[in-house]
């Protein structure tokens, strides 16, 4: 990988048809909240789809967190702030894809 290249860590969510909003609104908040509790992020992001293809295929949110390093990201999953975040999924969450790539 070349110097300057950073690791991207990619999350699609795709939420239950009856998951409530508020439901929803809260797992985008709590996830927003994992950059200030676990070190090593060097960036994150979020955003809903927007794409007019209708390839989604379900999912409607996308996350990105960035890392410098294998070593950060392999921090960050088992950090217990992250851990905690993965437990609260599973009322509101149909279903997630997760890609990490190094970035070209």
Same mark, same amino acid.
Request: hydrophobic share 40%; proline share 6%.
């Given at each position: 990988?070349?110097?300057?290249?950073?690791?991207?860590?990619?999350?699609?969510?795709?939420?239950?048809?009856?998951?409530?909003?508020?439901?929803?609104?809260?797992?985008? *908040? /709590?996830?927003?909240?994992?950059?200030?509790?676990?070190?090593?992020?060097?960036?994150?992001?979020? #955003? !809903?789809?927007? +794409?007019?293809?209708?390839?989604?295929?379900?999912?409607?949110?996308?996350?990105?967190?960035?890392?410098? *390093? /294998?070593?950060?990201?392999?921090?960050?999953?088992?950090?217990?702030?992250?851990?905690?975040?993965? #437990? !609260?999924?599973? +009322?509101?969450?149909?279903?997630?894809?997760?890609?990490?790539?190094?970035?070209?």
């Amino acid at each position: 990988m070349p110097a300057t290249s950073t690791l991207r860590h990619v999350v699609l969510f795709s939420f239950k048809d009856d998951a409530p909003a508020d439901a929803v609104n809260a797992v985008v *908040s /709590d996830f927003g909240k994992l950059p200030q509790e676990i070190p090593g992020i060097a960036a994150y992001e979020w #955003g !809903t789809n927007v +794409s007019p293809e209708g390839l989604n295929n379900g999912f409607t949110h996308c996350f990105t967190l960035t890392f410098a *390093s /294998d070593e950060d990201r392999d921090a960050y999953l088992v950090h217990p702030a992250h851990q905690r975040f993965v #437990g !609260t999924l599973g +009322s509101c969450l149909e279903r997630s894809l997760v890609i990490d790539y190094w970035t070209q």
